[in-house]
C-alpha cells in the first residue's frame, strides 16, 4: 500500500474548559487518527489547563451550513415576535413574570 | 457571477467590515481579502515556526534548571502559536501542504528578526525582552481584527505570549545584576538585537505597500511607524532599569511630543535580509526544510499505522 502522498487529515477540537460549562470550538489540527488527534490537542491547545475534557470530531464529519442561505435559514424566525416574552402584555402591577 | 453583482457584494462586505462585523471562513469575501489573508497569516505562522530555531540552539546550554523548563515551554508556545495560525489560514481553502510548500520554496516570507544568530546566552535575554516585546506591540490590536479565525488565534497568542516577554526581561535582569562579564554580555546583545527589533515593525509607513488596503479592512489597526513608536517610548525606560545604553546615540526624549526621537534606521540592511541575504537566512531554511524531509518517514508511517487499525476494526467486525 503507497501512503507516501497521504496527508494526515484535519480534526476539530472542542474543549470543556471545566465541569458545568460546554465543550466549545478550541480549534483544528492535523493527527493519523482519533486518538493522536486527543493527544496532540492536550498539547496544542490546554498547556495552561485549560480544559478537562476534550473532543474531537474529523473535519470532514461536520455539515456546516451555508451562510449565503441564511436568509431562508433564519428569517423566518424574525416575524415571530410572539416567541418572545416581551411581545405579551401585562399590567404594570404583576411584577415578575 | 456579473461584474454589478459582484460589486453589489462587495459594497455589502465593505460595509459589513466598517460596523464592525466579523467576517467568517464561508462568508463571501473578495479574492484579495482572502489572498492578503493567507499571505499575512502564513507570513506569522512560518515566523513562530522559524522563530524557534534561534532559541532552540540555547535550550541544552541554559545555564540552570529553571532557565532550560522556561525556555522549552516558551519555544514549545511558539509551534503551538504556528499551529494556530496555520489551522486559521486553512479555513480560507488552503492546504497545510501547500502553505509549508511555500516556505520552503522561499515563495512565502516569515519574520527577518529570525534571521540573525544567538551567539550568547543574553540573546535568550533580548530576544524575549525585545523581539517578543515587539511582537506583542504587533499582536495586540489583532485581536480585534475583521477575520474571525485570525482574530481568535491572535487572542489565545497574546495571552500566552505576556510571559516570553517577561522571562527574557527576567534574563537580563539578572545578567545586569552580575558580573562586570554578565552586564557586558546583556550590553552586547542589546546592541545586536536593538536595530533588528525596530526594523521588525516593517517598513516606514511611505513605503508599506500594503498598510492602506491592511486598515481599511482592519487586518492592521495601527501603521508600522505607531506601532514602532510605541515600541520605543515602552523600551527606553526599561533599558534604563536594566543600567543598559540603547545603540542609538540620537534617542532623547522629546520633552514637546512626549515621545522619544530616534535616529535613522538603516533600511538597506532591513531590505537585504528580506531578500534573502542575512546572516542566517540559509541555515534557517535548511534547517526547516531537512526537519521537514527527515520527518516524512515518521508522518508516512503513523498514517500507516492508523489505517492498519482501522482495517483490523474492519476485519474484526465483518
Known amino acids: 500500500m503507497d501512503n507516501t502522498k497521504k496527508n494526515w487529515p484535519l480534526w476539530e477540537v472542542f474543549v470543556r474548559s471545566k465541569n458545568g460549562l460546554e465543550h466549545r470550538h478550541f480549534g483544528s489540527l492535523h493527527a493519523t487518527d482519533a486518538e493522536m488527534a486527543l493527544e496532540n490537542a492536550?498539547?496544542?491547545?490546554?498547556?495552561?489547563?485549560?480544559?478537562?475534557?476534550?473532543?474531537?470530531?474529523?473535519?470532514?464529519?461536520?455539515?456546516?451550513?451555508?451562510?449565503?442561505?441564511?436568509?431562508?435559514?433564519?428569517?423566518?424566525?424574525?416575524?415571530?415576535?410572539?416567541?418572545?416574552?416581551?411581545?405579551?402584555?401585562l399590567p404594570d402591577e404583576v411584577k415578575h413574570m | 457571477m456579473s461584474e454589478k453583482e459582484v460589486k453589489n457584494l462587495e459594497e455589502i462586505?465593505?460595509?459589513?467590515?466598517?460596523?464592525?462585523?466579523k467576517i467568517e471562513p464561508?462568508?463571501?469575501m473578495p479574492e484579495k481579502y482572502r489572498q492578503t489573508h493567507i499571505r499575512q497569516m502564513s507570513q506569522h505562522a512560518h515566523s513562530e515556526i522559524i522563530g524557534m530555531l534561534p532559541e532552540g540552539n540555547w535550550i541544552t546550554r541554559a545555564p540552570s534548571l529553571r532557565r532550560k523548563a522556561a525556555l522549552l515551554a516558551k519555544v514549545q508556545d511558539e509551534a503551538g502559536h504556528g499551529l494556530y495560525l496555520y489551522s486559521?489560514?486553512?479555513?480560507?481553502?488552503?492546504?497545510?501542504?501547500?502553505?509549508?510548500?511555500?516556505?520552503?520554496?522561499?515563495?512565502?516570507?516569515?519574520?527577518?528578526?529570525?534571521?540573525?544568530?544567538?551567539?550568547?546566552?543574553?540573546?535568550?535575554g533580548a530576544i524575549g525582552w525585545l523581539v517578543d516585546g515587539a511582537a506583542i506591540i504587533n499582536q495586540v490590536p489583532l485581536c480585534n481584527t475583521s477575520f474571525g479565525p485570525y482574530a481568535r488565534a491572535m487572542v489565545r497568542v497574546c495571552k500566552e505570549e505576556s510571559f516570553h516577554q517577561r522571562q527574557g526581561f527576567e534574563i537580563m535582569l539578572t545578567l545586569c545584576n552580575g558580573s562586570e562579564e554578565q552586564k557586558a554580555m546583556a550590553q552586547d546583545a542589546l546592541n545586536r538585537w536593538w536595530w533588528p527589533?525596530?526594523?521588525?515593525?516593517?517598513?516606514?509607513?511611505?513605503?508599506?505597500?500594503?498598510?492602506?488596503?491592511s486598515m481599511k479592512w482592519k487586518l492592521k489597526r495601527k501603521s508600522n511607524d505607531e506601532l514602532r513608536q510605541q515600541f520605543i517610548d515602552?523600551?527606553?525606560?526599561?533599558?534604563?532599569?536594566?543600567?543598559?545604553?540603547?545603540?542609538?546615540?540620537?534617542?532623547?526624549?522629546?520633552?514637546?511630543?512626549?515621545?522619544?526621537?530616534?535616529?535613522?534606521?538603516?533600511?538597506?540592511?532591513?531590505?537585504?535580509?528580506?531578500?534573502?541575504?542575512g546572516p542566517c537566512n540559509k541555515e534557517r531554511m535548511n534547517a526547516r526544510v531537512s526537519a521537514w524531509e527527515n520527518g516524512e518517514?515518521?508522518?508516512d508511517a503513523a498514517m500507516a499505522y492508523a489505517e492498519k487499525k482501522v482495517n483490523k476494526e474492519i476485519a474484526k467486525a465483518s
Not at chain 1, 498547556?47 to 473535519?59: A, K, L, N, T
Not at chain 2, 462586505?13 to 462585523?21: G, L, M, Q, S, V
Not at chain 2, 509549508?100 to 515563495?107: A, C, N, R
Not at chain 2, 527589533?197 to 488596503?213: C, F, K
Open chain 2, 297 to 299: 518517514w515518521v508522518r
Open chain 2, 26 to 28: 464561508k462568508d463571501w
Open chain 1, 42 to 89: 492536550r498539547d496544542v491547545y490546554t498547556r495552561r489547563s485549560e480544559g478537562v475534557s476534550i473532543w474531537v470530531v474529523e473535519s470532514k464529519n461536520i455539515t456546516a451550513s451555508n451562510p449565503q442561505n441564511n436568509g431562508e435559514l433564519f428569517e423566518p424566525a424574525q416575524d415571530k415576535v410572539y416567541r418572545h416574552p416581551t411581545f405579551y402584555n
Open chain 2, 88 to 124: 486559521a489560514c486553512e479555513t480560507l481553502g488552503i492546504s497545510r501542504d501547500e502553505l509549508y510548500e511555500q516556505l520552503h520554496s522561499g515563495k512565502a516570507k516569515y519574520s527577518s528578526i529570525f534571521n540573525y544568530p544567538t551567539v550568547t546566552w543574553a540573546d535568550m
Open chain 2, 197 to 213: 527589533s525596530l526594523m521588525m515593525l516593517g517598513p516606514t509607513d511611505a513605503e508599506s505597500i500594503h498598510t492602506e488596503q
Open chain 2, 13 to 21: 462586505f465593505e460595509a459589513r467590515i466598517a460596523r464592525d462585523e
Open chain 2, 234 to 277: 515602552q523600551t527606553v525606560p526599561q533599558a534604563d532599569l536594566l543600567g543598559l545604553t540603547i545603540p542609538d546615540p540620537d534617542m532623547k526624549f522629546n520633552e514637546a511630543t512626549g515621545h522619544y526621537d530616534f535616529g535613522e534606521i538603516n533600511w538597506d540592511e532591513f531590505w537585504q535580509v528580506v531578500k534573502g541575504h
